[in-house]
């Protein structure tokens, strides 16, 4: 494998050919946000969060291959004043209520929305209905708070390959949709990686819950993105 | 109960079918039920959440009943502009229930639906595959009048258009209203020759002749075909593919309709001479679902292709080189005109589109090397081995060679199709085309520029103003705001709701233009909606959402007066939040009178 020069911000920086530019960002030791993306799971590109620059043109990090002498710019302040509106974009258009989410403390888009500063969206809450689907024996769905990453869809799947978490419409009215059938039958091993492996507290398990009190969760004490955890001041 | 078994075993079983299934299903049943999709599921090994998700991502596939007459009404601006409101009224009131309902004894269902190509002779509707074009409410009257009595749809079209709808297999009342034939796809057509020419040469050399001549791709992208050819072909894995774009889906546009209609063997043997550049041994067709009533006509050019041995083994006598061509119909998603997208959709799958690199050309339809090109360009290309490079570049700019098919409608004397050379002006067109006091004319559909009087002088050219073929003219007493606020409800709609600035930031840009339409705004507002449609235009996984805030930003630019003239230009701050409003109906319940005075924080 050939070894590929790039900078990010000035910063000059080596890859190996076929990384994505997420991926090379992250051995160089370099953070670039991401939301939608998890470890292990093809990238989708779905978030945008993890948008950059390359000669004036923008592009997901994680699903944009690097090519050699890139110039990439991750920390523009214009460009992290976008991802922070694709933040707020993403509390507005569903129902997030931190302080009773079981998720609060493991949650990206709550710890994310901590590394960027945001005190109020600068956009209109669209306070949509949504309902929590709980027909599932294990687990349940709480759509408000779905920020449509499609983890679950990627990450959960039944042995022969059948997809248990699946979208369901377009536009807006978009939703994740899940296969009671399939669903019935989620071991609990499952389960647990659903949950785990939702970004937010859309995947919930069912009888059991706050077992780590919050205070002591993952981004309690430790920022997401490493540093001091601040992105730029507003 | 419906045997649905036997659908799905015509098809094989083949989940890269499962549009076809689905869409047997819903014509047989006016929609698809749980039974079929459990059953789709345990055949095609898919989950029943999966077979859901393609069902709702179509526009004409539903999970519910849609009636057995279903009535999808044109809700595209053009249509607003030729009465659709009186006609979609006419439709309620005789049919006894309102759009987006069906009539209480499941007979008739009504849904609007995005622009159908029939620009030029709007409103349409689309009733149960059957196309019914410049409707007004007498007609509508009478055709649910002959749905109650179990009229066949069919039998429903008195009148027929001209040229090929009249035929057998089409018999079809559109109308093909061609203003004006250009040299390139309306010149002479020696049906076989250009086949003929190509198998001749080598296929590098026909890619070099496409390449020579500089065509650019027609469907709005511009990207240029002859590259697209030797990246596909350079590829070396296997089987490789050749697709035509005919879903197009632009509002504005029914160039490819007419071309479909008219030309089915010109597109079909550009096809043929792309398979053989590229080294395909297979094509599809993807035929937007508006366009159904035109597939048997399309089968039957192909079976005499065949006859002519112009598709099939040893095509015109060569040695080696066999090709057919099979259609794919899509279900009414605008986003599948989006090459990656129309393949996941071609594959039997929703039509997200898919994240590139890699290429089609790299990894296309069933993951081989594809070459998707627009009908038109097809078309263009066909002509170019025929007659070749130096004659199409004798036509045009220097850099946008040969001609272009202007799909025009709105406010003028002769809506239809106009193929004109590159280069020509608004200003010349809008003669042509009898606008004598256009306001502005919508460059390229709703994800094109709105452009003012000003800018008539400009070309229509890749390197000036690019369009892949909508052309929509506005006179002076339209309400612009109007039709930005439809193209707005139309990438809202259309979005396929994949990544957030797409999917979450047309709504907040239409929202925020309802608060200055209604007067609330002022000069943050304004800053604010450029600045939000910019980011979705950055941010955007497709071309569908790079575009989509088209409509707000190119007439904040070049109609900022009429935004100017509504703006509070008094006033920092309004807030979206009207207490007034808000209160209204508590204060109507109560029967008090709310005290609204302005609070002072200071």
């Not at chain 2, 709504?507 to 449609?533: F, N, P, V, Y």
Request: aromatic residues 8%; neutral net charge; glycine residues 10%.
């Amino acid at each position: 494998m050939s070894e590929i020069t790039f900078t990010i911000d000035g910063k000059a920086c080596k890859a190996v050919h076929g990384q994505t530019i997420l991926e090379a960002a992250k051995t160089n030791g370099v953070y670039v946000p991401t939301l939608c993306h998890y470890e292990g799971l093809k990238p989708v590109g779905s978030c945008r969060i993890c948008t950059v620059r390359a000669s004036g043109r923008y592009m997901a990090a994680c699903t944009q291959f690097l090519s050699p002498g890139m110039v990439i710019e991750n920390m523009a302040p214009d460009l992290e004043d976008m991802r922070r509106a694709i933040i707020e974009m993403l509390f507005v258009e569903g129902n997030h209520m931190c302080p009773t989410c079981e998720k609060s403390g493991n949650c990206e888009l709550q710890a994310l929305a901590y590394r960027y500063q945001i005190m109020a969206p600068r956009f209109p809450f669209q306070f949509p209905l949504r309902t929590i689907e709980a027909s599932a024996p294990k687990i349940m769905l709480e759509h408000n708070r779905c920020i449509q990453c499609q983890r679950c869809v990627r990450a959960i799947q039944t042995k022969d390959g059948r997809k248990i978490f699946v979208p369901l419409n377009r536009s807006h009215k978009k939703k994740i949709g899940v296969d009671s059938r399939l669903a019935a039958e989620l071991t609990d091993e499952l389960a647990r990686k659903a949950m785990d492996t939702c970004p937010v507290g859309s995947i919930l398990r069912k009888e059991v819950g706050f077992a780590v009190p919050i205070g002591q969760r993952k981004f309690d004490h430790k920022p997401i993105g490493g540093g001091n955890g601040e992105g730029p001041a507003r | 109960m419906h045997n649905y078994q036997d659908i799905i075993n015509r098809h094989q079983k083949d989940p890269s079918r499962l549009l076809d299934i689905i869409r047997e299903i819903q014509t047989l049943s006016g929609h698809v039920p749980k039974e079929a999709i459990a059953e789709i599921a345990g055949q095609l090994k898919l989950s029943e959440a999966e077979v859901r998700g393609v069902v709702t991502f179509y526009h004409f596939f539903s999970l519910t009943p849609r009636g057995k007459y279903t009535v999808y009404l044109n809700s595209a601006v053009t249509s607003c502009m030729q009465g659709r409101a009186a006609v979609a009224r006419a439709f309620e009131v005789e049919a006894g229930c309102l759009f987006g309902d069906v009539t209480p004894d499941g007979l008739i269902g009504l849904f609007p639906t995005s622009c159908i190509g029939m620009n030029d002779q709007e409103p349409s509707a689309i009733i149960n595959g059957v196309v019914f074009t410049s409707l007004t409410p007498l007609k509508a009257g009478h055709l649910v009048r002959a749905m109650k009595t179990g009229r066949l749809v069919q039998d429903m079209v008195e009148e027929y258009g001209d040229g090929a709808n009249q035929s057998d297999l089409v018999r079809s009342m559109v109308s093909n209203n061609i203003r004006k034939k250009g040299p390139v796809i309306f010149g002479p057509f020696e049906p076989g020759l250009a086949v003929r020419k190509a198998v001749a040469r080598k296929p590098e050399d026909v890619i070099e002749e496409v390449k020579n001549a500089n065509l650019l791709g027609r469907g709005g992208a511009g990207f240029p075909a002859g590259l697209k050819w030797e990246f596909c072909r350079r590829e070396k894995t296997g089987q490789h593919y050749v697709v035509c774009n005919a879903d197009e889906g632009e509002p504005g546009t029914f160039k490819d309709r007419v071309i479909l209609t008219e030309l089915p063997r010109l597109i079909l043997e550009g096809m043929v001479v792309a398979g053989y550049a590229v080294g395909a041994a297979e094509g599809v067709l993807y035929l937007r679902s508006e366009y159904s009533y035109l597939k048997s006509h399309l089968e039957a050019v192909l079976e005499d292709m065949r006859r002519e041995n112009l598709l099939g083994k040893n095509i015109a006598g060569s040695a080696d080189f066999h090709f057919d061509v099979t259609i794919k119909l899509g279900a009414g998603a605008y986003v599948c005109g989006e090459e990656s997208a129309l393949l996941e959709s071609a594959e039997g799958r929703r039509g997200e589109p898919r994240n590139r690199p890699p290429f089609p050309v790299q990894i296309g339809y069933l993951d081989r090397p594809t070459t998707v090109n627009n009908v038109e360009t097809l078309c263009a290309a066909a002509k170019i081995i025929t007659h070749g490079a130096a004659w199409f570049k004798s036509m045009g700019t220097p850099k946008s060679s040969g001609t272009k098919l202007l799909s025009v409608s709105g406010d003028c004397e002769r809506p239809g199709l106009y193929e004109l050379e590159f280069g020509l002006t608004i200003q010349e067109l809008l003669d042509i085309a009898g606008a004598r006091d256009a306001f502005a004319v919508q460059v390229g559909g709703p994800s094109g520029t709105c452009i003012s009087r000003q800018d008539f002088r400009r070309k229509i050219a890749f390197e000036d103003l690019p369009t892949g073929g909508s052309i929509m003219i506005f006179g002076p007493w339209r309400n612009l705001f109007e039709i930005i606020d439809k193209f707005m409800d139309f990438f809202i709609e259309e979005s396929c709701g994949w990544c957030t600035p797409c999917r979450v930031g047309n709504s907040l840009l239409k929202e925020k233009l309802d608060k200055i339409r209604a007067g609330r705004g002022t000069r943050q507002d304004l800053r604010d909606l450029e600045a939000w449609g910019k980011l979705i235009r950055a941010m955007s996984r497709c071309g569908l959402g790079q575009t989509s805030p088209n409509p707000i930003l190119s007439t904040l630019q070049n109609f900022r007066e009429l935004y100017e003239a509504v703006i509070d230009r008094e006033k920092d701050f309004v807030s979206t939040f009207d207490l007034g409003e808000a209160t209204l109906g508590a204060a109507r319940l109560t029967q008090r009178q709310p005290i609204l005075e302005e609070t002072s924080h200071e």
